[in-house]
């Protein structure tokens, strides 16, 4: 009996030190779990539930309001990037361009488009500038209401409008005259409502008026080159295809890009 015991006990020190390792191993491993699903909680992307429910007082309503107001106001900010700034001049400047040097595809509509965006941005610099200090910023920090800072993001534009018609009030006035208003003593008395289409066709006559002047030089190259080749009986031949050689030529040696694009900024004041 003794020899037994002694047996089973001799057992119990080879079998307990194998096991203890396996389990330290095992409680490790758990715990390298735990933590991972841990850390794997921590970083998950919260989940938003968005309930359509009744308004339970009117503070609500309003909040739903100003959200839809703020989508509408996203979604319709292309517009107001084309329409309220210098964009919409430099892009139709930019079309002239290429028509009177009669190029189809080159360069793309997308580059041409691109070239007009960044133009537009160091022409308008200023203004975001003004915006981001006088309306976002406070807004963030608290310092000024949602009605306000509207006000402050719309100064700086009607203003940077009402530059450009400064001396050429024309399109304020029909749209005054059309809407039975009488006639403004300084900008403050404009509403936005009759600026912003004013500012639009203003610059489309402006842009107008720039593309004329573009086309003269090389409607000339045209005309010389097509009465060139009717002198010489070459009446099959298409003059555009010789011409266009030239204006490329010309283009090049006056520095069209740089001399358009100092221009283009030159018209919009302050530089």
Do not use: C
Request: hydrophobic share 55%; net charge negative.
């Amino acid at each position: 009996m003794r020899q037994k015991w002694l047996l089973f006990g001799l057992l119990l020190l080879v079998i307990v030190p194998a096991f203890a390792p396996a389990q330290e191993a095992s409680d490790q491993t758990q715990t390298d779990t735990d933590q991972a699903v841990s850390e794997n909680q921590a970083l998950q992307v919260p989940f938003v539930d968005l309930n359509v429910r009744q308004p339970e007082s009117g503070r609500e309503v309003a909040l739903s309001v100003q959200l839809l107001l703020l989508l509408a106001v996203l979604s319709l900010a292309p517009s107001i990037i084309i329409l309220m700034t210098s964009f919409l001049r430099i892009a139709i400047v930019f079309d002239f361009v290429r028509r009177a040097l009669s190029l189809q595809q080159v360069p793309p509509a997308q580059v041409m488009m691109g070239i007009a965006f960044f133009m537009t941005i160091f022409i308008m610099w200023p203004t975001i500038t003004s915006i981001y200090e006088n309306s976002v910023v406070p807004l963030q920090e608290g310092e000024i209401g949602v009605e306000e800072a509207y006000n402050e993001f719309e100064g700086p534009l009607r203003v940077f409008m009402y530059r450009q018609m400064e001396g050429e009030p024309q399109s304020v006035r029909l749209f005054m005259r059309m809407n039975d208003l009488s006639k403004p003593e300084n900008l403050s008395d404009v509403p936005t409502h009759v600026l912003i289409p004013a500012f639009i066709l203003h610059e489309l006559t402006v842009a107008f008026k720039i593309g004329i002047l573009l086309f003269i030089p090389f409607i000339i190259i045209d005309m010389v080159v097509a009465s060139t080749l009717m002198s010489m009986g070459m009446i099959m031949l298409p003059p555009i295809m010789i011409s266009l050689p030239f204006k490329l030529i010309l283009f090049v040696l006056v520095d069209g890009w740089n001399l358009i694009t100092e221009q283009l900024v030159a018209s919009f004041g302050g530089f």
